[in-house]
């Protein structure tokens, strides 16, 4: 499906700001149909002139996403990219800071998948998760948007198997530091870092040729994937290194 040069159908979470909303932005100018699912009303309005479905909705509520995503009648590529990040600074463990990013991460997405999953059944589409390079090494600070994207790479890795019978493609995203608002509030070193048009450009192609895992910028993900086999000892300095203490 994703491969075929017809205009498709595309949801997008998360589509209100950074990745989310370029990505928007440009299925729109090569003529696709895109539902632009976010919570600022400003950037749905700009999506919406641009020809988007503004889908206003809080995603972690699932009833009233189930219910917003039966009224959308076919969906041809989802990309789900709500989320958020907070760091924790030790030795003060704020559980309540845990749960919410494990919450909102993975609620968001679990509510997206289980809203849309009919449609993409029937049009033997494709499911596209956003995780990020953090999972592949334990990083100080990022315990809980860490673990999070932990979960979200094992999640989709895991429907790439179950869902295959269903004719449901599933691709893992997997982007270093992205120039956005979220990576506004880092104060370390951010490596390689990309601009919301070259993460863009990125995924689009990765969907485009069907891969299952979309890795950018591999100067990054390709060293970050290496380190994660090595001792502890090594990933551990590095991680120190890169984060504020």
């Not at 989802?78 to 958020?84: N, S, V």
């Not at 953090?134 to 979960?151: D, M, N, Q, T, W």
Request: aromatic content about 6%.
């Amino acid at each position: 499906m994703t491969n075929s040069p017809e205009k498709l159908h595309i949801l997008i979470t998360g589509a209100t700001s950074g990745i989310g909303y370029q990505l928007a932005k440009d299925y729109l100018l090569e003529g696709h149909k895109v539902y632009a699912v976010g919570r600022d009303d400003k950037a749905l309005a700009e999506l919406k002139k641009l020809g988007a479905t503004s889908v206003d909705l809080d995603l972690m509520d699932r009833d009233k996403v189930i219910e917003a995503f039966e009224k959308i009648s076919q969906v041809d590529v989802a990309i789900c990219g709500a989320g958020m990040c907070e760091y924790l600074d030790m030795p003060n463990f704020d559980s309540s800071v845990f749960m919410k990013v494990m919450s909102v991460n993975m609620g968001t997405l679990s509510h997206a998948i289980e809203g849309v999953l009919p449609q993409l059944i029937a049009s033997k589409g494709r499911l596209v998760g956003i995780g990020s390079a953090s999972a592949y090494v334990p990083f100080a600070r990022a315990e809980a948007y860490g673990s999070s994207k932990a979960a979200i790479h094992y999640l989709m890795k895991t429907l790439q198997i179950s869902l295959a019978p269903h004719h449901v493609s599933v691709s893992l995203v997997v982007p270093g530091f992205v120039e956005t608002p979220m990576t506004k509030q880092n104060d370390f070193p951010m490596p390689f870092i990309q601009t919301t048009e070259q993460a863009s450009r990125a995924i689009r192609d990765g969907i485009e040729n069907g891969d299952e895992v979309i890795e950018f910028p591999k100067k990054l993900t390709l060293p970050l994937k290496t380190l994660g086999t090595l001792p502890d000892m090594v990933w551990q300095q590095v991680s120190k290194k890169m984060n504020k203490k």
